[in-house]
């Protein structure tokens, strides 16, 4: 039962209970307890008032407690130093640990880690190496580690000259901060980025919890969305140990923000006199200034904020609330936002013009909304009239910020244009797909969250503005990632959020566990009384379930969340980087050393998606994959060696052949000739010249060649004859023998280039061939 102080800061935060509480009094003064039929105030209503403790039962039937009566006077420490200002307490607060609640979210973060980091732990940390997942974390190892040979510590002329300065220039920063603090040295960016991304789950895990507890006053649903989010493809494989990409970095800040967003809807009539309110202000200003410097395209994250302004401003004129007192801490956060934001581009150059723009135009559009509201409020129109001046001030918009922006909505457009174009890469493609991309990123999780998300929309469109700011985030991200997938990870922290609640429902509804305490009040309103398991602890209460509980439990979690379970370690397997893959780019590094080549003369030259990796391992320039993503296709199209050849000298060292790649190549490509027979003579088909074999994986999908000039072996034989000449090649995984069909002219003449060392017979004469031969492009004969 709730004691003075909670019951007091209840009845603040929900007037409209105090008034049911008033309504209720004189029946709990004529009786010593009552029925609910005697009480004229609705099911729902009397609903909120048992599960907040506010009305206790006894013996069947109910009264008002003391505790309850006395918050209705005011009788209360805590109501009288709010009223009057005195007696300000100034101690610190205490702290009362649910020891089962904290052991079952220490195991639910347990589950979140452990999804996270098994099923790449083997192929992240390898032979003493660091191999990170992906292709783009190397750019990011690349730059941090450049930063770190460059300087240590903030120092703003090092950060206003960095690369991804208008890319991601937060995160980058971030990471060579934290790479500085544990060592500064190559081996501590190399681990500390392969941590990063786990490091990133759990805070987002941990602030998801607190968002669900807080929405649904129920732990059992945050822990359910806690383990949801651990299992969910589209979230783990992007936080997912090594994948040290920005979608990582983005994830906490913008679960803050909602966060901030739900605390401030929490606060009332009066936020503005509330220093916890003022408080989520600042979380939402540093959420939004995170959001923003973290990514170019951040803008696109916050957009969901300027949504909750504008729908919580016409709740709170509907609601004959003053949006100015409720929503004062949430302009100071905006504000403090678009200060920061300013601030940081005008210190180290941080975004362009545009991007900073954005914070500033949320602040003043949000100031805008407010005051419109504010006025609409006073003068006591009808709440409509608040949702026409909303559309009239976005019209009015479309042209006035262009006067503050130059060729903003222009600027807008290209962004979104290059935002939004379909390009050969799997993020940019629609979730909602006929491949069933949704159901592998997302499994049923999505199918479960959808009913209770349609019942958060519908709490939301009847004032409850918690539910508006979950709501609102996740139908925004789901529209979002049906446009484009890469956005599944942002909309997977609110699938969990809503499949949790959808869970503990699913859970009640075989009789495993009480109603979920948000469905109390459509409980009882469907039972035409009280859910009895609302007034008996029932809802919100964390018990240990029985060994046949725990393992019914476990059997419902298989089947909704099964899908991610198994699709989980089958998506990180096709991020990391395979051993195949990472014993070909050490191969190449070995062979580099050897032949003591620097860059670009050891360039590798491989499919886009892993050529940062490959460069990184063999030069260390990995920040970009732009040449490899133009050229390597050329394998597959050309066939003539020497002007392939001519064309690509001066840029590449190696090749990397991938054979999963080969799907489009015909008998006659270079691609083909070299994946297939390394280069050697396969009839119809000549041998090639330039490519000298150094490694191939035991899988037999990996072949790394040098790009060689060749020894041109010359002399005579027989007029217009034929022969073959033929090495025998071993290379790291693999022996074959190189051939190559040499015809005279009519004068017996004949040249031919070997990329090989070795001596080669032809007709009754014998050349030796050295390596330095090849290497040169001499002639010998």
Not at 147 to 161: H, V
Not at 181 to 207: N, R
Not at 230 to 245: E, M, Q, V
């Amino acid at each position: 039962m709730a004691d003075e102080r909670d019951a007091a800061e209840t009845l603040t935060e929900r007037p409209e209970l105090a008034s049911a509480l008033e309504s209720v009094r004189p029946v709990d003064d004529d009786a010593e307890t009552w029925t609910f039929e005697d009480v004229p105030i609705d099911s729902g209503t009397f609903g909120e008032l048992v599960a907040a403790d506010l009305v206790e039962k006894v013996d069947g039937e109910y009264r008002l407690p003391d505790a309850t009566r006395r918050a209705l006077d005011g009788d209360t420490d805590d109501a009288t130093a709010t009223q009057e200002g005195a007696d300000l307490d100034l101690s610190l607060p205490s702290f009362d640990v649910d020891r089962r609640a904290a052991g079952a979210l220490a195991g639910a973060l347990a589950v979140v880690v452990l999804f996270r980091t098994v099923f790449s732990y083997g192929a992240v940390f390898r032979d003493g190496a660091v191999v990170l997942s992906g292709n783009d974390p190397y750019a990011y190892r690349y730059i941090v580690e450049s930063l770190l040979t460059q300087g240590s510590g903030f120092d703003a002329a090092l950060l206003s000259d960095m690369p991804m300065m208008n890319g991601e220039p937060l995160t980058v920063a971030t990471l060579y901060w934290l790479a500085d603090l544990f060592g500064g040295t190559a081996s501590a960016a190399g681990t500390l980025m392969a941590w990063y991304p786990v490091a990133s789950a759990l805070v987002t895990a941990v602030l998801l919890y607190v968002i669900a507890v807080r929405l649904t006053d129920d732990r059992r649903v945050g822990l359910a969305a806690v383990v949801f989010l651990a299992t969910t493809p589209a979230h783990a494989i992007r936080t997912s140990l090594g994948f040290a990409d920005h979608h990582a970095f983005d994830y906490p800040w913008l679960v803050l923000s909602a966060l901030a967003l739900i605390v401030l809807a929490d606060r009332g009539d009066d936020a503005y006199r509330d220093p916890r309110a003022w408080l989520a202000g600042l979380g939402l200003g540093i959420g939004v200034t995170g959001q923003i410097l973290a990514w170019d395209y951040g803008a696109a994250l916050v957009v969901p904020v300027a949504l909750v302004v504008a729908l919580t401003v016409v709740l709170d004129v509907n609601a004959d609330r003053s949006p100015l007192e409720a929503n004062a801490p949430l302009i100071g956060g905006l504000a403090i936002a678009a200060v920061t934001v300013r601030t940081v581009h005008g210190e180290v150059g941080w975004h362009t013009d545009f991007t900073v723009a954005v914070p500033l135009l949320l602040a003043v559009g949000t100031v805008g909304v407010v005051v419109a509201g504010e006025a609409v409020h006073r003068l006591e129109l009808p709440s409509l009239t608040m949702v026409g001046a909303e559309v009239v001030g976005t019209v009015a918009a479309v042209f006035l910020v262009p006067v503050v922006v130059t060729d903003f909505w222009t600027r807008a457009g290209d962004r979104a244009d290059r935002f939004f174009a379909t390009r050969n890469i799997v993020e940019t493609q629609p979730l909602l797909s006929g491949d069933f991309t949704w159901f592998l990123l997302l499994g049923l999780v999505l199918v479960l969250a959808l009913p209770p998300l349609v019942w958060g929309s519908r709490r939301a469109a009847e004032g409850a503005k918690g539910w508006l700011v979950g709501s609102v985030y996740a139908w925004y991200f789901l529209v979002l990632a049906a446009v484009q997938v890469r956005f599944v990870g942002e909309l997977a922290a609110f699938t969990a959020l809503f499949g949790g609640l959808g869970f503990v429902w699913l859970a009640h509804w075989v009789d495993l566990t009480a109603v979920p305490k948000p469905f109390a009040e459509d409980s009882m309103s469907a039972r035409s009384g009280v859910d009895e398991s609302a007034t008996d602890g029932g809802p919100g209460t964390l018990r240990l379930p029985t060994a046949r509980e725990a393992g019914l439990l476990v059997a419902l979690f298989l089947l909704v969340g099964g899908v991610g379970v198994l699709q989980t370690p089958i998506k990180t397997s096709q991020i990391t980087i395979d051993g195949g893959a990472y014993e070909s780019a050490a191969a190449i590094d070995d062979h580099a050393a050897a032949a003591n080549l620097s860059y670009p003369d050891d360039y590798v030259l491989s499919q886009w998606g892993r050529n940062r990796m490959y460069n990184y391992f063999v030069n260390g320039e990995s920040r970009s994959y732009g040449y490899a993503r133009q050229q390597h296709r050329t394998l597959y199209s050309s066939t003539n060696e020497s002007v392939w050849y001519r064309s690509h000298r001066n840029r590449v060292g190696y090749v990397v052949t991938e054979s999963v790649a080969n799907s489009n190549a015909t008998s006659a490509s270079l691609f083909t000739r070299l994946d297939d027979g390394f280069g050697s003579r396969r009839s119809p088909v000549a041998g090639l010249a330039h490519f000298q074999a150094v490694f191939a994986a035991d899988s037999g999908d990996y072949k790394s060649f040098r790009l060689v000039p060749g020894a041109t072996i010359t002399g005579t034989g027989p007029a217009n004859a034929t022969t073959t000449l033929s090495q025998s090649v071993d290379v790291p995984g693999a022996s074959f023998t190189y051939e190559r069909q040499v015809r005279t002219n009519a004068a017996g003449e004949y040249g031919v280039t070997v990329p090989y060392p070795g001596e080669y017979t032809l007709w009754n004469e014998t050349v030796t061939v050295s390596e330095r031969n090849v290497a040169a492009g001499q002639r010998v004969g």
